[in-house]
């Protein structure tokens, strides 16, 4: 029997990703476009491209992309790094293009899905996974099911007086432990004179450092670096710990770029969410990483646009 295909994509703020899947979650083709000053226009081309070369019939669409979605709708109501998409109903601009079904999902909710299909998240009824990178996303699966709720796990409340957040808040989960923070948290320190390998990184302009240079300083015993991320990490594990608290999940499945950063970083938040947590509902081995890595959110886009065919 034929398998049913469909193309799963992944909008992100420098690049789109597409890929065609079937239902066994086999990837025949894939494609990507630089998402540029006009994102629904590359998505556009991109789309184009792969249906041209898909060798099978395609039945329907499913789109991950980052921020706030009206998931009756289809409507974007809020991008962090896509401005320009902000407003637009990506599922009935898109359906119309090739009279195709199309599904719009939040990028850190596809990824859940796509874990919950083919990832960490296989027989488990009930996980949070964190998107972990420049910000910080969330999506939750209960009883089998992902929520369609926004889940911006990374604008929870850790503090009431504290650091201003990308959201205007202050005080956010994401201000404290994302990829942005830890870069903030470094260069403050480094501007009020703290002694750090990292001001002769990128040619001693310690304004340009990444969250990879500060893991890199960190494996070579920096103790600014390992200071920021341990930090950091314990921020991300007193987040943690109100998740574990409301959703009494099997699993928190940590994905993203600084989970590169893992023996350091995620072992802080490890012991402070054993810490915070209440102990019924914490177990040491809770928090795990996510096996499908970048791809989760394309093959969780797929895998909604399967249920949609
Ligand atoms: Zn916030």
């Known amino acids: 029997m034929r398998k049913n295909s469909v193309i799963g994509v992944d909008m992100g703020g420098t690049n789109i990703r597409a890929a065609v899947i079937d239902s066994a979650g086999e990837i025949s083709y894939r494609d990507r476009q630089d998402t540029g000053s006009d994102p629904v226009a590359a998505l556009k081309l991109l789309l184009d ?41 990506l599922k009935s601009e898109v359906s119309t293009w090739h009279n195709l079904p199309v599904v719009v999902e939040n990028d850190a909710n596809a990824a859940a899905y796509g874990e919950k299909a083919l990832g960490a998240g296989v027989g488990k009824q009930d996980f949070v996974l964190l998107t972990l990178g420049t910000g910080i996303g969330g999506g939750i699966v209960a009883n089998g099911r992902l929520l369609g709720i926004s889940a911006e796990v990374g604008h929870i409340k850790i503090s009431t007086n504290g650091n201003p957040c990308s959201c205007g808040d202050i005080g956010c989960l ?106 019924e509902l914490f177990s040491e081995d809770i928090i795990i990483p996510s096996t499908l890595g970048g791809d989760a959110g394309i093959i969780g886009a797929a895998f909604l646009a399967l249920e949609a065919s």
């Open 174 to 279: 994401e201000a404290y432990a994302s990829g942005w923070a830890i870069v903030s948290s470094a260069i403050k320190s480094m501007e009020e004179g703290a002694e750090s390998i990292m001001k002769q990184m990128n040619n001693g302009n310690f304004y340009k450092i990444t969250p990879e240079d500060i893991y890199s300083a960190a494996l070579e015993g920096d103790a600014l670096a390992r200071g920021v991320l341990r930090e950091a990490g314990k921020h991300l594990g007193t987040g943690i710990a109100s998740m574990i608290n409301i959703f009494n999940p099997q699993a928190v499945i940590l994905t993203g770029g600084l989970t590169g950063a893992w023996n350091i970083y995620v072992d802080a938040a490890v012991k402070e969410a054993s810490k915070r947590t209440l102990k």
């Open 49 to 89: 491209k792969v249906i041209a070369q898909a060798n099978c019939s395609i039945s329907a669409i499913g789109i991950a992309t980052a921020g706030v979605i009206d998931h009756k709708s289809g409507v974007v109501l809020r991008s962090p790094n896509m401005g320009p998409l902000a407003g637009v109903n």
